[in-house]
């Protein structure tokens, strides 16, 4: 595991990963233990999953996820990673 995991979304049109999380990731890597995964999604992918009865019956572009994108498994895996952070020595 690295100190510092950075994510960038490939579909992101507000925190442009090449002026975000690229900068961010070289102004650290040289320093520390680090990665940079590039995600397919966009820059909503960390609000929880609306309710399907919700998106269905509304326009809610926030809620829309690219094809290939699972928000709930990316969720999931992001929180486990989180924890195993916060939780290990």
Same mark, same amino acid.
């Given at each position: 595991? !690295?100190?510092? +995991?950075?994510?960038?979304?490939? &579909? +992101?049109?507000? @925190?442009? *990963?090449?002026? /975000?999380?690229? *900068? ?5 890597? !040289?320093?520390?233990? !680090?990665?940079? /995964? ?9 609000? @929880?999953?609306? *309710? ?5 019956? =509304? +326009? ?5 996820? *690219?094809?290939?994108?699972?928000? &709930? ?10 924890? =195993?952070?916060?939780? !290990?020595?």
């Amino acid at each position: 595991m !690295s100190d510092l +995991d950075v994510f960038a979304f490939d &579909s +992101d049109r507000i @925190a442009i *990963p090449p002026y /975000h999380a690229l *900068p961010l990731y070289k102004a650290f890597s !040289s320093n520390m233990p !680090s990665e940079y /995964h590039v995600v397919k999604g966009h820059h909503y992918a960390f609000i @929880a999953p609306f *309710p399907k009865w919700l998106t269905e019956e =509304e +326009d809610i572009p926030v809620a829309k996820d *690219p094809e290939g994108f699972d928000r &709930s498994v990316f969720l999931r895996d992001l929180n486990a990673k989180i924890v =195993e952070i916060m939780t !290990s020595d």
